[in-house]
Structure formats: C-alpha cells, structure tokens
C-alpha cells in the first residue's frame, strides 16, 4: 500500500478545481467583440442530435434555454445580435453512489461534463465572437442513482450550472 503524502492531497485538490472552472475562465481571451445586449438566446443541439443524442439532447435544449433565460435575462430583448449556445458534447457518466477513487481520496470519474460554444450572430448569420466553455458537475447531483428520474433531473442540473457560468463569464457585462 502507497504511503500517504500531503502533496498528492494537494495535486488532487488543484485537478478538481481544474474541473469546476470553466473552460472558458481559463482561456486567454475571447474571439471577437461582445455586445451587453442580445436580441435573442437560441440553443443548438444539432451536434448532439447527430451523434445520437435523441431525447437527452432535446431535453437539454429546453432545459438549457430556460436556464439562459433566467441567468440572462437583463441582457435579452435588445437590438443586438442573437446569442447561439451551440452544444458539441453531453456526457453523462455511469453513475451507482459513491465518488471513491484509489485510496478511499476522491479521484473517481463520476462527472457529467457539458461542451460548447456561444456564439454572437448578426441577422444575416454571420458569427461575430464566440466564447468556449465546458462545465463538470458531481453525476451525483441528480440524487439518487436508483430513482428512474435521476438522468433527466441531472441533465436539468448541468444546463442550469452552464448557464449560470455563462451569465458569469460572457464578455460585455
């Protein structure tokens, strides 16, 4: 058995808080000029749809344009260009209770993680900036695993989490 050194705990706690901040947080700048105000949210799941991402993606574009919505709201219904949320990746871990990795020190990969972009769009569709994220949330956050709702419940969870962040991070506030 490995001998236990305080700076494993240390490296563990820095890759955790690697996965919470978005990806976005963590790139250098975003491409193109922002504006504070949107005409409009739209979510595109397409990239979704296409892989075969059937009912979960188009849950999570409902969930997901009702959590924008909420977190921009003070920043839609102007005369600016619309705010696409086009979503590349949903991944949903398996998920039994328990995030116990080696050791009994966390490190098991029971993460969803949520992948896209938003993308700035004049009214003749061209995209005029765009700004990455990626969100990571405990699969645990849907409650329990044995209940039949749990997918649905952190599929809801992980839209509103990414929302909340891009209200946060979105360029022009």
Do not use: K
Not at 104 to 132: K, W
């Amino acid at each position: 058995m490995a001998a236990f050194r305080p700076g494993r705990l240390a490296a563990l706690a820095a890759g955790l808080l690697a996965l919470a901040v978005p990806a976005a947080a963590q790139s250098p700048g975003d491409a193109g000029t922002w504006t504070p105000v949107f005409s409009d949210v739209q979510v595109d799941v397409r990239p979704l749809l296409a892989q075969g991402g059937g009912l979960p993606a188009e849950a999570l574009r409902a969930d997901l344009t009702a959590a924008l919505r909420r977190s921009l709201g003070d920043r839609l219904g102007g005369r600016g260009p619309r705010l696409v949320v086009r979503i590349t990746g949903l991944s949903q871990r398996a998920y039994v209770g328990g995030n116990v990795g080696r050791g009994g020190l966390g490190g098991g990969n029971q993460s969803d993680y949520l992948d896209g972009e938003a993308l700035l769009v004049d009214r003749g569709g061209a995209v005029l900036a765009r700004h990455p994220q990626l969100t990571a949330m405990p699969s645990s956050y849907g409650g329990a695993w044995y209940d039949p709702a749990n997918e649905r419940r952190r599929i809801a969870a992980i839209a509103d989490i990414y929302a909340q962040w891009l209200g946060r991070e979105l360029p022009g506030r």
